[in-house]
């Protein structure tokens, strides 16, 4: 049974750098076919995807977010851990990580509960 | 990138009622790499269609997901209560992945 669960903090300052963990069991990040993907919503709107990172350490970004973020794996542990650097309040949200099916799907099969983030001074 | 608009917006129905969900793609998508999510208040997105039309297991088989090209379809042949949601489509072929902006339904 595969499951993701976010954490983090719940309220950071404007320009500050946001750390999130992704901690995951059910399957290992350094099995072939295997990514972890990080998604956003902000309050009341729809789904942005952020970026994925996959087994073989590929890794993929938000054009509008790609120098501001970054996305790493720690496979000893089962963890991912995203990077954002230079918050805004626009990026106040609920942050997402799920995982990439890797048996024929590939789409987001199963997601983390989510956890708030408001940028705020 | 490729840009996914959801229409309608909000699609007002009653239970027992047909619900078709449209998503149009800016350029043509590998109908391979097209899913569809329901979002319920307060949750996490559920997958309910991958590869434009496999529903996942579990999925009712009232959830149809249909189409090719730029033009996908999401239909719901009749509304059970627990079906009045957000649904979003998802396009995972390349990168940048996106989604659709959603389209939400709701009791009539």
């Known amino acids: 049974q595969i499951t993701l669960k976010e954490s983090g903090p719940t309220l950071v300052k404007p320009t500050q750098i946001l750390t999130l963990t992704c901690s995951f069991s059910g399957f290992s990040l350094s099995t072939a076919g295997e990514g972890v993907g990080w998604i956003r919503q902000p309050p009341g709107k729809g789904l942005e995807w952020l970026g994925i990172?996959?087994?073989?350490?590929?890794?993929r970004y938000s054009p509008s977010l790609s120098r501001r973020l970054s996305i790493t794996k720690d496979t000893s542990i089962n963890q991912v851990v995203l990077t954002l650097t230079n918050v805004d309040p626009v990026d106040t949200a609920t942050y997402f990580c799920?995982?990439?099916?890797?048996?024929?799907?590939?789409?987001?099969?199963?997601w983390g509960q989510g956890t708030m983030v408001t940028v705020s001074s | 990138e490729i840009v996914l608009a959801q229409s309608p917006g909000i699609l007002s129905l009653s239970p027992g009622e047909r619900a078709t969900l449209s998503c149009r793609a800016s350029?043509?998508?590998?109908?391979?790499?097209l899913a569809w999510y329901q979002q319920r208040p307060g949750q996490a997105p559920r997958l309910l269609i991958f590869?434009?039309?496999s529903r996942t297991t579990g999925v009712a088989d009232r959830f149809t997901g249909s189409g090719s090209g730029t033009d996908f379809t999401l239909t719901i042949s009749r509304l059970e209560p627990e079906d009045f949601a957000v649904y979003y489509c998802h396009h995972y072929g390349s990168s940048p992945q996106t989604f659709g902006q959603g389209t939400k339904v709701e009791v009539k």
């Open positions: 350029q043509t998508v590998d109908s391979r790499y």
């Open positions: 590869g434009a039309s």
């Open positions: 990172i996959y087994w073989d350490d590929d890794k």
């Open positions: 799920a995982h990439r099916g890797s048996s024929g799907s590939y789409a987001f099969d199963i």
